[in-house]
């Protein structure tokens, strides 16, 4: 990522603190290791940010940043099994690697 892409993210990030409620736009689904996945990309550009939530957060708590980047600026944000509008999974991820393997599942699913 050029540096100037990496500043513009950067500032992003540090602005939407101070910007209040912002929203994603309405989300896709993926079937995906017995588990139906919610994901939202955005923007268009040949590399793909990717906003990865924890401590039981969904994607939501990205729509902040998400919202203020240009549109040159492709996202991509997903709910983890069982977190926002993602349906759990019969054994939900339950360890870093776990947690991994189920990013590129759904990165592999969404293309």
Same mark, same amino acid.
């Given at each position: 990522?050029?540096?100037?892409?990496?500043?513009?993210? !950067?500032?992003? *990030?540090?602005?939407? &603190?101070?910007?209040?409620?912002?929203? !994603?736009?309405?989300?896709?689904?993926?079937?995906?290791?017995?588990?139906? *996945?919610?994901?939202?990309? =955005?923007?268009?550009?040949? =590399?793909?940010? +990717? &906003?990865?939530?924890?401590?039981?957060?969904?994607?939501?708590?990205?729509?902040?940043? *998400?919202? /203020?980047?240009?549109?040159? +600026?492709?996202? &991509?944000?997903?709910? /983890?099994?069982?977190?926002?509008?993602? /349906?759990?999974?019969?054994?939900?991820?339950?360890?870093?690697?776990?947690?991994?393997?189920? !990013?590129?599942? +759904?990165?592999?699913? =969404?293309?």
């Amino acid at each position: 990522m050029p540096i100037s892409s990496l500043r513009t993210l !950067l500032m992003a *990030i540090g602005c939407a &603190f101070a910007a209040g409620c912002s929203s !994603l736009p309405p989300n896709q689904t993926a079937k995906i290791r017995n588990s139906e *996945i919610a994901w939202v990309r =955005t923007g268009s550009a040949p =590399t793909t940010v +990717v &906003f990865q939530s924890g401590l039981g957060d969904g994607m939501s708590p990205w729509a902040a940043v *998400i919202g /203020r980047l240009p549109s040159t +600026v492709a996202t &991509f944000a997903y709910d /983890r099994p069982g977190y926002g509008a993602s /349906r759990p999974a019969p054994k939900a991820p339950s360890n870093p690697c776990d947690v991994a393997r189920g !990013l590129h599942a +759904v990165l592999a699913a =969404t293309g």
